[in-house]
């Protein structure tokens, strides 16, 4: 029994989730961190030093944290030669774009577009967000020139990659901002959206995250 300690609004737990859907995997999710609280304690801390979530437990298996690498963990454990290729430069191939989301496009968009959207008008640092959402533009159009080539990053269907580039997106495209002109990745969400592990995990409502 595949266990997850974290919250369902938190867009790394949403990763790891999304993941165990897609794969079939039987599961237990445990509401922690945020409103739930649970994550500052000793035994949680033991756990993951860090106190964020997820954390993750397959079994008696080791315990991990970092979404991405509980992904990558997933893959190479359970996944086909489609979810996750055997082929080391393949893989690597896809590989990339999953890290460039998590250090490229995620930090510009997440808190300067994300949580500056969930603020109040008047606490928003509007010189901030309006050069976080040029970037993002920028960021947004080169992905779509590398959607431009398949349905999905590995092709015809869905791999460990895609999981890791396409959870943010559901926050991505229903804020209110400017976004780019990006057709190949506005298909490649409508997509998504139409997996039903996606809409389970991943198009959670962020509404109680909001600052009043």
Known sequence: M????????SSNVQMVM?????LRLEHKRLDVGGA???????????MN?????PVFRDGEGPILWESAAIVRYLGATYGDEQFWPSSPAARADVDKWAEWIK???????????FWTLLKPADKRDHAAFAAAEKRVKTLAIMLDARLAE??????????????????LLYRYFT??????????LRAYYDRLTARPAY???AMVSYESLREK
């Open 150 to 167: 398949g349905d999905y990053l590995g092709g015809s269907d869905i791999c460990f990659a895609d999981i890791i580039v396409g959870t």
């Open 103 to 113: 250090t490229t496009f995620g930090p510009a968009f997440l808190p300067t577009i």
């Open 2 to 9: 595949i266990t997850v300690w974290g919250r369902a609004t």
């Open 49 to 53: 030093p860090n106190g964020l979530v």
């Open 175 to 184: 804020l209110d901002f400017d976004r780019a002109d990006a057709p190949h």
């Open 36 to 46: 739930f609280g649970g994550n500052d304690t000793p035994e949680y801390r033991a």
């Open 199 to 201: 809409a389970t995990h």
């Open 18 to 22: 999304w993941a165990i859907g897609e």
